[in-house]
Nanobody, 122 residues
Framework: VQLVESGGGLAQSGGSLRLSCAAS????????MGWFRQAPGKESEFVAV????????NYADSVKGRFTISGDNAKKTVYLQMNSLRPEDTAVYYC????????????????WGQGTQVTVSS
């Protein structure tokens, strides 16, 4: 199974971008999908996750109130709406999926995307 991200790019500070991630196989089954990011010279950081059972979401404090995760389990797709972007949001954003349970760190996911670059200019 491949997770394919799209929607990255360049935005100005205060602007918005929307990331999408889709699983390559229609038969793919997951319990949760979400996003991590890694800025140059920094460690990977959990961003947000959505659990299909109940639609529960969880966010990193750094993005609460600015980013919104949503998705469609039937379409095996997850989205990340990013508003009020800041230069410190600049990073490669990775989609992730867990077959069982959910996750808030890199130990949880079973599958990873290749990443999409988000650059926010000041």
């Amino acid at each position: 199974v491949q997770l394919v991200e799209s929607g990255g790019g360049l935005a100005q500070s205060g602007g918005s971008l929307r990331l999408s991630c889709a699983a390559s196989e229609r038969t793919f089954s997951s319990n949760a999908m979400g996003w991590f990011r890694q800025a140059p010279g920094k460690e990977s950081e959990f961003v947000a996750v959505i659990s299909w059972s109940g639609g529960h979401t969880n966010y990193a404090d750094s993005v609460k109130g600015r980013f919104t995760i949503s998705g469609d389990n039937a379409k095996k797709t997850v989205y990340l709406q990013m508003n009020s972007l800041r230069p410190e949001d600049t990073a490669v954003y990775y989609c992730a999926a867990a077959v069982m349970g959910s996750f808030v760190d890199e130990l949880g996911p079973d599958y990873w995307g290749q990443g999409t670059q988000v650059t926010v200019s000041s």
